[in-house]
């Protein structure tokens, strides 16, 4: 089984830092693009930033400024540095990966994380 694994949520003051890391494990033939999304209360989940294999990011622009992807392929992990959090960023956070799994190594799907809270005080 393909799963994907969050740490590094957590409670932090307005201006503080967090470093979110996701690990993918399991049957796992390739993973291509990679990305975390966030989803607050009442909220459709929304893209925070993606990495492609090569290397190539994309950010939401209310977090370009402020957060960074990247990932290590060695390891099947990317990671979200964020800085300057403020109480807006609040939410659950996922890490997702387009991966092509051994069982079916044809295709690719989008395999998502439980999720972990990021709450930003006042």
């Known amino acids: 089984q393909v799963q994907l694994l969050e740490s590094g949520g957590g409670l932090v003051p307005a201006g503080g830092s967090l470093r979110l890391s996701c690990a993918a494990s399991?049957?796992?033939?390739?993973?291509?693009?990679m990305g975390w999304y966030c989803q607050a209360p009442g909220k459709q989940r929304e893209l925070v930033a993606t990495?492609?294999?090569?290397?190539?990011?994309d950010y939401a622009d209310s977090v370009k400024a402020r957060f960074s992807i990247s990932r290590d392929n060695a390891k099947n992990t990317v990671a979200l540095q964020m800085n300057s959090l403020k109480p807006e960023d609040t939410a659950v956070y996922y890490c997702?990966?387009?991966?092509?799994?051994?069982?079916?190594?044809?295709?690719?799907?989008?395999?998502w994380g439980q999720g972990t809270q990021v709450t930003v005080s006042s």
């Open positions: 990495i492609t294999k090569d290397g190539t990011t």
């Open positions: 399991g049957s796992i033939f390739s993973i291509n693009a």
């Open positions: 997702a990966a387009d991966i092509q799994p051994w069982s079916s190594v044809r295709y690719v799907k989008t395999y």
